[in-house]
């Protein structure tokens, strides 16, 4: 949740910004929970599964977007309004800042062509495989690219409000097991799709 909380704190979110957060992950969760606590406006969710989708909403997204059904670019004009200006056109949404929890190539590739003038987008997921974008389109954006590695001082800002609102948090977890099933947790845990976040209780 700290990582998740450095990630919201690295693109510098401003009171009443519209948020789109690719990967419904815990960081993306983390992150979900991080841009609230900053006051943004409206945060839209996207991914590809359909109950990490129904966890986000949960968690307090706004809106969902599985990017296997539908067309990202189109769908956030309509959550977020056309950011579309003379300098910079085609479809354009208002979309003040992206947040790439996913590590998919085609992220930072779907910003680069939907982002509106002065947008952010921040890095806070693992890109195994170079990413290529197109920096003569993105020139005219003005895009704000950051990056986020960590968590130098969140683990002390995330702390209280674990504490506060432990009940949004509680839904993150996926799987809790006992101490003496160890050895499960870490295999269901480095399976991909098998679970989101699993704890190992020490009772």
Known sequence: MAVAYHAVNRTNPKAGDKVVIFGAGPIGLGAVLGYRRRGVSHIVVVDIIPSRLEK???????????????????RLVE?????????????????????????????????????????????????????????????????????AMGYPTEIFEVTDDIIENWRKYALIISDVLPFDRALEALELAQTPGAADKVVVRFD
């Open 56 to 74: 986000a909403l949960e968690v307090g997204a706004d809106a969902v977007i599985n990017s296997a059904e539908e067309d990202v670019a189109a």
């Open 79 to 147: 959550l977020h309004g056309d950011g579309a200006t003379m300098m910079v056109r085609g479809t354009r949404s208002g979309t003040d800042i992206f947040l790439d929890a996913a590590g998919a190539p085609v992220v930072p590739q779907t910003v680069a062509g939907v982002a509106k003038s002065g947008a952010v987008l921040g890095i806070v997921a693992v890109h195994k495989k170079p990413v290529e974008l197109d920096f003569g389109s993105i020139l005219t954006t003005e895009l704000t690219i950051v990056f």
